[in-house]
Nanobody, 113 residues
């Protein structure tokens, strides 16, 4: 049975940091390109980071320089380190191993004063 669990969300003030985790069971994340997405309060859906099976990373302009995606193959986990958080980063964050068909429940990130 394939299972994805996102964790690490929470409430922080602007300028704060959080690290999200995406841990899988039933699939080997090493062989997938894994994307982190977010869905904001207005239901907008945005990719925020990607890491390929060869550990090449990619970020959109909105998160480049503030977010870092990485993986721990022993733990079968992909991380998203987020720094200098802004109120517009408030969203539910999901990870997506491309083509796996697996989705987790997401983890809420709230950035407010």
């Amino acid at each position: 049975q394939v299972q994805l669990v996102e964790s690490g969300g929470g409430s922080v003030q602007p300028g704060g940091s959080l690290t999200l985790s995406c841990t899988a069971s039933g699939i080997d994340l090493r062989v997938y390109t894994v994307n982190w997405y977010r869905r904001g309060p207005g239901n907008q859906h945005e990719r925020v980071a990607s890491i390929t099976a060869r550990d090449t990373t990619n970020y959109p302009a909105s998160t480049k320089g503030r977010f870092t995606i990485s993986r721990d193959n022993v733990k079968n986990t992909v991380f998203l380190q987020m720094s200098d958080l802004k109120p517009e980063d408030t969203a539910v964050y999901y990870c997506d191993p491309m083509g796996s068909g697996a989705w987790g429940q997401g983890t809420q990130v709230t950035v407010s004063v």
